[in-house]
């Protein structure tokens, strides 16, 4: 029986540690004085097919799941619901494109500093997982480069 357990928590162990998304090159955009916003960027890859749903942070009062796509030949920013991350395909959350924005900042976000976030992802049938990383932040010029692997905060 304690055998019978054993087997079974180290399964369930298992798949939940398989479930865990891949989280590669998190960071921020450093801002300037009394401004209130700015983005998070990074790499995802799911093991399955799930979604990016939301982010929080203790540091920053809103953060948002946002988008930037061409309408009519404006580029425009918007929320939206959820990141479709497909099992095995990277996703970049980028400066242009998927994003999260870090919204009615209260401090100037400085480059060198780091930004907790947790964002949380829906699996099948409506289960939510819950990721916790440091975003490093970088200088307001930063291109999108990766700086360094990793940024998982265990």
């Given amino acids: 029986m304690i055998r019978l ?34 983005g998070a960027f990074m790499q995802l890859t ?10 929080s942070s203790s540091k920053v009062p809103i953060v948002e799941v946002h988008e930037m796509a061409m309408e009519n030949d404006v580029m425009k920013m918007r929320q939206i619901s959820a990141v479709a991350l497909p099992a095995g395909r990277t996703v970049e959350l980028r400066p242009g ?7 009615n900042l209260k401090n100037q976000v400085k480059a060198g500093e780091t930004v907790p ?15 916790d990383i440091d975003a490093m932040v970088r200088p307001l010029n930063t291109s999108a480069a990766p700086l360094s692997p990793g940024n998982l905060k265990h």
């Fill in 117 to 131: 976030l947790t964002l949380t992802f829906e699996v099948a049938g409506g289960k939510r997982e819950t990721i």
């Fill in 97 to 103: 494109g998927y994003h999260l924005m870090l919204l």
């Fill in 46 to 55: 799911a093991p399955a097919d799930m979604r990016l749903i939301g982010a």
């Fill in 5 to 38: 357990t054993a087997a079974v928590l180290a399964l369930g162990a298992a798949l939940s540690a398989q479930a865990q998304v891949k989280v590669e090159n998190a960071w921020v955009r450093a801002t300037v004085p009394s401004q209130k916003a700015t």
